[in-house]
């Protein structure tokens, strides 16, 4: 996990309190359906809203229309009487933004976010160390390499933290700090302790990487399906060697567009149906762009911090017989939230339906079993599975 990553594992949000903890599976059905009203971009826009969660009946929404205008008649806010109405509904994804987390929100989907460029991870023994320094971010200025140890944030030490809370201290989360605003780092190398005083920036996040090991092998990492990363995976899949086979790495991945997620299976299916789904009982599908590859050796490498739209992507190429799965069982959230914008501008979500693999699995509150322990080392026992699929490399 890493402040580029703006998908995480979901709580409530109380308006004001900035969009700390904001998840996955973002299911863009107006994209597909042409149902959303007003300009394109503001079907993208309500098409990004869509996303996962756990099922409640669409007459939710009106329990929350209808507390905001009672509580704009009492004067009160209609977000606190929404976010009572959603607690009261048992909907364990529900959640309300203010509008200007909600605009934090949409940027994310984007691929944008605001942080210092730091990617940090957990040890064993609970210190926080830098895992990746993101090129050209305000870190990167500063001199901060990957390896150096974070000691604070804004004089909090961060030892023993998750990483997830020491994600929203780099962002600024608890005041809603905007690009600009300055965070002060405690740092650590070698024998050198020092503090740095960096200003955030408004970065675009990288959600894919890939590298190629020795063998030819082609790793993609995927960390969250914002704008772009089918492309990305698309582009990578075209240029890595024709004999060689592809680990695709889905390992704590939260989720994201699922319009990303399907096309990321076109990469790998040549068309066919790579999930379904219901809103308010109305039944949908969704389906691969036809072209992809679908001779190269794939493994998918997942774990209990893949979710949602991570979950429909490796439930698709699972069912179709096109990948074999590594890792251990998945988080299991496979379900549909969509928006109510309140009178002031605020949004609330409530969850309206499920999504199903192409041969009819539920993933909410399941996950999906990997066809293959990760044993003690994931990418050697990838490697090995791919050597067995007839990678010749």
Request: proline share 4%; no cysteine.
């Amino acid at each position: 996990m890493s402040d580029p990553v703006p998908l995480r594992r979901p709580r409530r949000v109380r308006a004001g309190a900035g969009l700390t903890l904001v998840f996955a599976g973002v299911l863009a059905a107006g994209a597909a359906t042409g149902s959303l009203p007003g300009s394109a971009r503001a079907q993208d826009r309500e098409s990004a809203a869509l996303k996962a969660g756990s099922a409640a009946p669409a007459a939710h929404h009106e329990q929350v229309a209808r507390a905001a205008a009672e509580a704009m008649a009492a004067g009160k806010s209609p977000e606190e009487a929404a976010e009572r109405a959603a607690s009261r509904s048992g909907d364990r994804w529900a959640a309300v933004y203010s509008p200007g987390d909600y605009q934090e929100f949409e940027e994310s989907l984007d691929g944008r976010y605001t942080g210092v460029g730091l990617r940090a991870r957990r040890e064993r023994d609970g210190r926080i160390d830098i895992g990746r320094v993101q090129s050209g971010s305000p870190a990167a200025g500063a001199g901060i390499r990957a390896g150096d140890r974070l000691r604070s944030v804004d004089g909090e030490k961060v030892d023993g933290l998750p990483v997830t809370e020491v994600v929203s201290l780099l962002r600024g989360d608890a005041d809603d700090a905007p690009a600009g605003t300055a965070v002060t780092l405690g740092l650590t190398r070698g024998a050198r302790t020092w503090t740095r005083t960096l200003r955030r920036a408004s970065l675009s996040t990288d959600s894919v990487t890939v590298r190629r090991l020795s063998d030819g092998t082609t790793v993609i990492r995927i960390t969250a399906f914002t704008k772009g990363v089918g492309d990305a995976v698309g582009a990578a899949v075209r240029q890595s060697p024709l004999d060689s086979g592809v680990v695709l790495d889905l390992r704590g991945n939260s989720g994201g567009l699922v319009t990303e997620a399907v096309a990321t299976a076109s990469s790998f299916l040549d068309g066919g149906l790579v999930a379904t789904y219901d809103v308010d009982g109305a039944q949908r599908a969704l389906h691969a762009d036809p072209g992809g590859d679908t001779a190269r050796p794939l493994v998918v490498l997942v774990d209990s911090g893949t979710m949602s739209a991570a979950e429909l992507l490796t439930g698709a190429l699972q069912d179709r017989g096109r990948a074999v799965v590594v890792g251990s069982r998945t988080f299991g959230k496979g379900s549909v939230q969509m928006p109510t914008r309140l009178a002031d501008g605020s949004v609330a979500e409530l969850t309206v339906g499920h999504y199903r693999t192409p041969v009819g699995r539920s993933v909410d509150g399941r996950g999906i079993t990997p066809d293959l322990d990760a044993g003690g080392d994931a990418l050697r026992r990838a490697r090995t599975v791919l050597t067995g699929l007839g990678d010749p490399s």
